[in-house]
C-alpha cells in the first residue's frame, strides 16, 4: 500500500463518530431547516409546499421586522458600551502594577457565572416592589420604575411622554442590555489585556515624548495598534449578540418581554416553534438569522486579511 | 500623583460592580423573606436563616436535576474528549485522501448557529423516540468542530521526530496516541474538557425543547422553572442561584488558568 492509501482503515474508524454526530446534527439539520423553511406545516394537515412564501410573510410580518430592530438596538447597545468600558479598564489594569492578577479574576467572575443564575439575580435586583434598584431611587428621593416589565420605551420616560412610547428601545429591553454589559466587559477587558500586552510600547512612549497628552496617546496610538483585537472583539461579539437567548429569557421569564419589547430575532424563532408550532415560518426565520451570520463571517474574514494591518 | 489613584479607584469601582450583585445574592439568600422585600439593600441579614437552603432543596427536586444535569455535562465532556483526540489525531498526523476538504467542510460546520438547527433536531430527536430521554440531552453534543480543530492544533505541535522515534521502536498509531501524543496535549485537552463541560452545564435552550417531564429536567431548566413558581420568594431563589453558581465557581478557581483560554474559546465560538 502507498503512504496515501495506508492509513485509511484507521482515519476512518478515527473520524468516524465525529462525523457521524457533526453531519447528523449539525450539517444534514441546516440542509434541512432550509427545506423546511419552504414549507407550510398546518396542524394535524399534511404540509403542502409554499416556496418563498413564508420569506414573503416573514418581511411583512410587523412581529419580524420588530424582532429584528430588537435585535439591532440589543447588538449595539450592548457591544459599543462594553467594548468602550473594557478598553478604558484594559488600559488602566495594564498600567497598574499590583492586585492585577486579583482583579482581572474579578472582572471576569461575571462571565464565568452560570448565565441563567446570574439573570436570576438581575432580575431580582430590577424587581419593582422588592428590588434593589427602586430601594435606591426611593432613598434618593426619585420615583421607582417598572424596569424589566415596563414596555415603554426610554425616549418617551426619559422625555417625559414627548416621543412616541413606540419608538427606541423600551425600558425592560434597556434592562437586558445593561445585564450583558455587565456580563461581557470583564471578557472583553480580559482579551483587550492580552492585546494591550502584545503591541510594543515604543510608539506610545515616542508620542508622550512629543507631548502628546493621554487621550491623544489612546486616540492615535493605541487604539490603531490595537485595531485587529478591536475589530476581533466586536465581530465575534456582534454573532453572538444574534444568537443570545439564555440571558433574555431568565431575566424577562420566557424571553419577548412585556407587549413583546425584548424580543429579539433569536427568542422569535424560538417563539413560533416552541409556542405557536409554526414549524416552517420558524426554520425560514433561522435560515435568514444563519444567513446574516455568515455574512458577517465572511466580513470578518476578508476585513481581517486586508485592512486591520499595521505590521 | 493622582493618575495612579484615580486609576485604581476606576478599577475598584469596576471590581465592586463586578462582585456587588453575588454579594448581594448571598446576602438575600440568607434572610428572611420580610427581610429580603423590605429591606433590599442591607448586606447583612438581621438573622442568619441557614435553613432557607433546604427550604429551597425541599420546594423543588434540585437533587434529581443536579443528577441530570451532572450525568449528561460528564459524559458530554469523555465523549467530546474522545471525539476530539482521535479525529484531531486523524488529520494531525494521517494522509488520506480528500482530507482537506473533509477538513473544510468541519470547519465550516462551526459557523452553522445553534438556532438554525435547532427545529430539524428536535424533528430528528422525536423521530428517533428520543425525547425526553438522556439520549437526546447528550448525543448531539458529543462532537465539536472547534474542539476536533484544536486537538489537531495541539497534535500538530508536537515535533515530527518523536513520532518517527516511536515507531522505529515499533511503536504504532494507536500506541503513539495514548503514550505519548495525548499527555503532551494535556493543555489543550483540558481547555477542551472544560469547554464542553461548562457548555453543557449552562445550556438552557436545547434542554428546554427536548426534555417535559420534571424527572429529566437539567439544573438550568429547572432554576427557570422555580423562578417561575417560587420567584416571590426571593430568599430562596436567592439560594437556587447560588446552588447553581457554586460548582462554576469551583472550577473556575481549581483551573483558573484554562478557564481564559476556554473562555475565549467560548467567545470564538459565539
Given at each position: 500500500?502507498?503512504?496515501?492509501?495506508?492509513?485509511?482503515?484507521?482515519?476512518?474508524?478515527?473520524?468516524?463518530?465525529?462525523?457521524?454526530?457533526?453531519?447528523?446534527?449539525?450539517?444534514?439539520?441546516?440542509?434541512?431547516?432550509?427545506?423546511?423553511?419552504?414549507?407550510?406545516?398546518?396542524r394535524g394537515g399534511t404540509p403542502e409546499f409554499a416556496g418563498a412564501r413564508n420569506y414573503l410573510d416573514l418581511i411583512q410580518d410587523p412581529a419580524f421586522t420588530d424582532s429584528v430592530l430588537v435585535t439591532g438596538y440589543y447588538a449595539v447597545g450592548t457591544i459599543v458600551p462594553s467594548m468602550a468600558l473594557s478598553f478604558v479598564l484594559a488600559d488602566a489594569?495594564?498600567?497598574?502594577?499590583?492586585?492585577?492578577?486579583?482583579?482581572?479574576?474579578?472582572?471576569?467572575?461575571?462571565?464565568?457565572?452560570?448565565?441563567?443564575?446570574?439573570?436570576?439575580?438581575?432580575?431580582?435586583?430590577?424587581?419593582?416592589?422588592?428590588?434593589?434598584?427602586?430601594?435606591?431611587?426611593?432613598?434618593?428621593?426619585?420615583?421607582?420604575?417598572?424596569?424589566?416589565?415596563?414596555?415603554?420605551?426610554?425616549?418617551?420616560?426619559?422625555?417625559?411622554?414627548?416621543?412616541?412610547?413606540?419608538?427606541?428601545?423600551?425600558?425592560?429591553?434597556?434592562?437586558?442590555?445593561?445585564?450583558?454589559?455587565?456580563?461581557?466587559?470583564?471578557?472583553?477587558?480580559?482579551?483587550?489585556?492580552?492585546?494591550?500586552a502584545s503591541i510594543?510600547?515604543?510608539?506610545?512612549?515616542?508620542?508622550?515624548?512629543?507631548?502628546?497628552?493621554?487621550?491623544?496617546?489612546?486616540?492615535?496610538?493605541?487604539?490603531?495598534?490595537?485595531?485587529?483585537?478591536?475589530?476581533?472583539?466586536?465581530?465575534?461579539?456582534?454573532?453572538?449578540?444574534?444568537?443570545?437567548?439564555?440571558?433574555?429569557?431568565?431575566?424577562?421569564?420566557?424571553?419577548?418581554?412585556?407587549?413583546?419589547?425584548?424580543?429579539?430575532?433569536?427568542?422569535?424563532?424560538?417563539?413560533?416553534?416552541?409556542?405557536?408550532?409554526?414549524?416552517?415560518?420558524?426554520?425560514?426565520?433561522?435560515?435568514?438569522?444563519?444567513?446574516?451570520?455568515?455574512?458577517?463571517?465572511?466580513?470578518?474574514?476578508?476585513?481581517t486579511r486586508r485592512r486591520v494591518h499595521y505590521s | 500623583m493622582t493618575g495612579r489613584a484615580f486609576r485604581y479607584l476606576f478599577l475598584g469601582a469596576g471590581a465592586a460592580v463586578s462582585i456587588y450583585p453575588f454579594v448581594w445574592m448571598l446576602a438575600t439568600s440568607l434572610k428572611a423573606l420580610r427581610e429580603a422585600s423590605l429591606y433590599p439593600l442591607a448586606l447583612v441579614p438581621e438573622q442568619w436563616q441557614w435553613h432557607n437552603y433546604a427550604d429551597t432543596l425541599d420546594a423543588a427536586p434540585f437533587a434529581t436535576y443536579f443528577f441530570n444535569t451532572f450525568l449528561t455535562a460528564i459524559a458530554v465532556t469523555l465523549a467530546v474528549l474522545l471525539t476530539s483526540i482521535s479525529a484531531g489525531y486523524a488529520f494531525a498526523r494521517l494522509e488520506f485522501p480528500f482530507k482537506a476538504t473533509l477538513f473544510a467542510i468541519l470547519l465550516a460546520t462551526m459557523m452553522i448557529p445553534f438556532e438554525v438547527v435547532l427545529i430539524p433536531n428536535f424533528i430528528a430527536i422525536t423521530r428517533l423516540g428520543w425525547y425526553d430521554t438522556y439520549a437526546a440531552l447528550i448525543v448531539p453534543w458529543c462532537a465539536s468542530a472547534f474542539s476536533i480543530f484544536l486537538a489537531r492544533?495541539?497534535?500538530?505541535?508536537?515535533?515530527?521526530?518523536?513520532?518517527?522515534?516511536?515507531?522505529?521502536?515499533?511503536?504504532?498509531?494507536?500506541?503513539?496516541?495514548?503514550?505519548?501524543?495525548?499527555?503532551?496535549?494535556?493543555?489543550?485537552?483540558?481547555?477542551?474538557?472544560?469547554?464542553?463541560?461548562?457548555?453543557?452545564?449552562?445550556?438552557?435552550?436545547?434542554?428546554?425543547?427536548?426534555?417535559?417531564?420534571?424527572?429529566?429536567?437539567?439544573?438550568?431548566?429547572?432554576?427557570?422553572?422555580?423562578?417561575?413558581?417560587?420567584?416571590?420568594?426571593?430568599?430562596?431563589?436567592?439560594?437556587?442561584?447560588?446552588?447553581v453558581i457554586v460548582p462554576t465557581l469551583g472550577l473556575y478557581f481549581l483551573a483558573q488558568r484554562y478557564f481564559f483560554d476556554a473562555s475565549i474559546g467560548a467567545g470564538l465560538k459565539g
Open positions: 500500500m502507498t503512504r496515501r492509501t495506508r492509513d485509511i482503515p484507521l482515519a476512518a474508524a478515527l473520524l468516524f463518530p465525529s462525523l457521524a454526530v457533526l453531519g447528523g446534527f449539525a450539517l444534514y439539520p441546516m440542509v434541512y431547516a432550509i427545506v423546511l423553511g419552504l414549507y407550510r406545516y398546518p489594569l495594564f498600567r497598574v502594577k499590583r492586585l492585577r492578577s486579583l482583579l482581572r479574576t474579578v472582572f471576569f467572575l461575571p462571565y464565568v457565572t452560570a448565565v441563567v443564575a446570574s439573570a436570576l439575580i438581575w432580575r431580582t435586583l430590577f424587581e419593582p416592589t422588592s428590588g434593589v434598584v427602586n430601594a435606591l431611587l426611593d432613598w434618593a428621593g426619585i420615583e421607582g420604575q417598572a424596569w424589566l416589565l415596563e414596555p415603554r420605551g426610554v425616549l418617551n420616560l426619559l422625555t417625559n411622554g414627548w416621543v412616541d412610547p413606540s419608538i427606541g428601545p423600551s425600558l425592560a429591553l434597556c434592562c437586558v442590555i445593561v445585564f450583558e454589559i455587565w456580563r461581557t466587559t470583564g471578557f472583553m477587558t480580559v482579551l483587550m489585556l492580552s492585546g494591550l510594543p510600547r515604543e510608539y506610545e512612549e515616542a508620542a508622550r515624548i512629543d507631548g502628546a497628552g493621554g487621550w491623544r496617546v489612546a486616540r492615535h496610538v493605541t487604539l490603531p495598534l490595537l485595531s485587529p483585537v478591536l475589530f476581533f472583539i466586536g465581530i465575534v461579539s456582534l454573532i453572538g449578540s444574534l444568537q443570545a437567548f439564555s440571558s433574555i429569557y431568565a431575566l424577562t421569564g420566557g424571553g419577548s418581554g412585556p407587549l413583546n419589547s425584548t424580543r429579539t430575532l433569536t427568542v422569535f424563532i424560538f417563539a413560533n416553534f416552541y409556542e405557536y408550532q409554526k414549524i416552517g415560518y420558524g426554520s425560514a426565520a433561522a435560515t435568514l438569522l444563519c444567513a446574516g451570520i455568515a455574512l458577517l463571517t465572511f466580513v470578518q474574514w476578508r476585513l | 492544533q495541539a497534535f500538530l505541535g508536537i515535533p515530527g521526530e518523536y513520532y518517527d522515534a516511536a515507531r522505529i521502536d515499533g511503536c504504532g498509531h494507536l500506541r503513539f496516541l495514548a503514550r505519548i501524543a495525548v499527555p503532551m496535549a494535556r493543555p489543550t485537552l483540558i481547555v477542551i474538557a472544560l469547554f464542553a463541560f461548562l457548555g453543557s452545564y449552562n445550556a438552557l435552550l436545547w434542554p428546554l425543547v427536548v426534555t417535559g417531564n420534571e424527572s429529566m429536567r437539567v439544573v438550568q431548566v429547572g432554576l427557570t422553572v422555580f423562578a417561575t413558581t417560587d420567584g416571590v420568594r426571593v430568599n430562596l431563589l436567592m439560594c437556587a442561584a447560588v446552588i
